[in-house]
C-alpha cells in the first residue's frame, strides 16, 4: 500500500493551521470577555458609589468621561496576553488624568474676573507664567520665597500669641531624610503603602484624618498634622478633647484677606478659632503648636501663580501645598502619597468614609489642579510608581538635585 507522504504533510499542515486560528480566536473571546466583565464590575461600583451622591456637589464641567478603575493583582498566566493592551490602557489613563488637570484650570483661567469667578480675598490681579515651569522649580523656590514662617508672640499683642509655644514648630537643626505627606485620598485604599510610609524619618498628616483601622494603608506614623480652621473650630471635630491632635507636632491655618494686617486678621478671622486653640494650649501646655502666619500662604499663591500658564483660582493654596513649602527646606527628599491620582482612583473622597465627590480630586475652592501639575513637574519617580504605586518624590532644597545647581 503507497501512503501519500505529500498529501499528509499539506494535511498536518492545514490541521495545524486551523488549531492556531482557533486557538487565537478563544485567546480574543476570552480577552473580550475579560474586559466586558471588568467593564461590568467597575460600573456596577460606581452605581453603588453615586448613591451616596444625593445630596453631594457635582461639578459637571469637570467631569467629562468616566476613567475609574478597581484596582486588582490577577495571577492567571492567561493575563499576559493582554499585558500590550493593559499597558495602553494604562497610558490613556494616565494621559486623561492629566488632561483634566489641565481643563481645570484652563475652565478657572476663562472664567477669571467675570461674576462666576468670584474673589472673596481680594486678590490682585498677578500675570500668569509666561513660559512653561521647568523640573527644578523647588530649588528656584527657596530663593523666591520667603521662609516658612509662623505667627510669633511679637507680630501682636493679643491674648492668641502669648499662647504661642515658646519653642519653635521646628529647631534649626531639625533635619530628615525622608519625609512623607500623606494625603487624605480614597485611592489610599488597598494600596498596601502602611510599612513603607512608616519607613520615612517624619510623616506629615492632615486634619481629622485617622490611621487607627487603616494602617496597612496609610501607616501609623504621625510626626506632624496640618489642620485648617474649621477642624480646629467646629464641635463635630472635637479638637481641644480627641487624643487624635496629642503627642505631635501641630500647625494650624486660616486664611486671611490678602493685604490684612494682622490686625485686621485677629479681629475677624475666617473660622473662630481662638478659643480653642487657647483651650487646647492651656490643657496640652507641653504641646507643640503653632499658626501659619496669614500672609506667608499668599506668598505661596503668588509663586503658585507666577509658575502657572493660566490665570489659576484666587484662593489660598491647599494644605498640601502648604506641607511641601514647609518640608522642602528640611527633607532631602519628599515623597507625596495619591497627591496624583493612581489607577485606585474612585468617585470617593477619602479613605475613612464613603462621602463622593470628584472636587476633591481636581479642585474647586484651592488652586489644586495647578499645584498638582506643579508637584506632577518636580517628580523624579517613573510613571509606574506615580499612577501605579501611587506617590510622586520630590527633591527638598538639601538634596543634589538643588545643591549642584
Not at 93 to 109: D, F, H
Not at 209 to 237: C, H, M, W
Not at 371 to 377: G, I, P
Request: hydrophobic share 35%; with cysteine.
Amino acid at each position: 500500500m503507497r501512503i501519500d507522504v505529500h498529501g499528509a504533510g499539506v494535511a498536518l499542515t492545514v490541521w495545524f493551521f486551523l488549531n492556531v486560528v482557533l486557538l487565537g480566536m478563544c485567546g480574543y473571546i476570552y480577552l473580550l470577555w475579560l474586559q466586558y466583565w471588568r467593564h461590568i464590575s467597575v460600573k456596577n461600583q460606581q452605581t453603588q458609589e453615586l448613591t451616596y451622591t444625593q445630596q453631594q456637589p457635582y461639578v459637571e464641567y469637570y467631569d467629562e468621561g468616566d476613567f475609574t478603575t478597581t484596582h486588582q493583582k490577577n495571577g492567571n498566566p492567561l493575563m499576559r496576553i493582554s499585558e500590550a493592551l493593559l499597558d495602553k490602557t494604562e497610558k490613556i489613563r494616565q494621559n486623561k488624568i492629566i488632561a483634566r488637570l489641565r481643563q481645570v484650570i484652563m475652565k478657572e483661567s476663562s472664567n477669571y474676573g467675570s461674576v462666576k469667578n468670584e474673589n472673596p480675598y481680594n486678590v490682585p490681579y498677578r500675570p500668569q507664567a509666561p513660559n512653561n515651569v521647568k523640573s527644578d522649580w523647588t530649588c528656584n523656590m527657596a530663593s523666591t520665597v520667603e521662609k516658612f514662617r509662623t505667627l510669633e508672640k511679637n507680630d501682636i499683642d493679643h491674648l492668641l500669641t502669648k499662647n504661642i509655644p515658646d519653642v519653635p514648630l521646628f529647631d534649626d537643626n531639625e533635619v530628615f531624610e525622608t519625609c512623607a505627606i500623606i494625603s487624605n485620598a480614597a485611592t489610599l485604599r488597598n494600596s498596601n503603602l502602611g510599612y513603607f510610609i512608616d519607613q520615612h524619618d517624619l510623616v506629615l498628616r492632615f486634619n481629622n484624618a485617622p490611621t487607627k483601622g487603616y494602617e496597612k494603608d496609610v501607616g501609623s506614623k504621625t510626626t506632624i498634622r496640618i489642620l485648617n480652621s474649621q477642624v480646629v473650630t467646629k464641635p463635630q471635630f472635637q479638637f481641644v478633647s480627641s487624643p487624635l491632635y496629642k503627642r505631635l507636632k501641630l500647625l494650624m491655618w486660616d486664611p486671611s484677606n490678602y493685604t490684612s494686617s494682622i490686625n485686621e486678621w485677629i479681629k475677624s478671622p475666617e473660622h473662630n478659632f481662638i478659643n480653642n486653640y487657647i483651650s487646647f494650649r492651656k490643657s496640652n501646655p507641653k504641646s507643640n503648636f503653632h499658626i501659619v502666619h496669614p500672609q506667608y500662604l499668599w506668598r505661596l499663591w503668588d509663586y503658585i501663580q507666577d509658575h502657572t500658564t493660566a490665570h489659576i483660582r484666587r484662593n489660598p493654596p491647599s494644605s498640601g501645598f502648604l506641607g511641601l513649602a514647609m518640608l522642602l527646606p528640611r527633607c532631602t527628599v519628599v515623597n507625596m502619597f495619591e497627591f496624583i491620582p493612581s489607577e485606585r482612583m474612585t468617585h470617593r473622597c477619602h479613605y475613612y468614609h464613603e462621602k463622593v465627590d470628584l472636587t476633591c480630586t481636581f479642585g474647586i475652592w484651592h488652586p489644586l489642579a495647578a499645584e498638582k501639575l506643579l508637584m506632577l513637574t518636580a517628580n523624579t519617580m517613573p510613571d509606574q510608581t506615580v499612577f501605579h504605586t501611587g506617590f510622586i518624590s520630590i527633591p527638598g532644597y538639601k538634596s543634589p538635585i538643588c545643591t549642584s545647581l
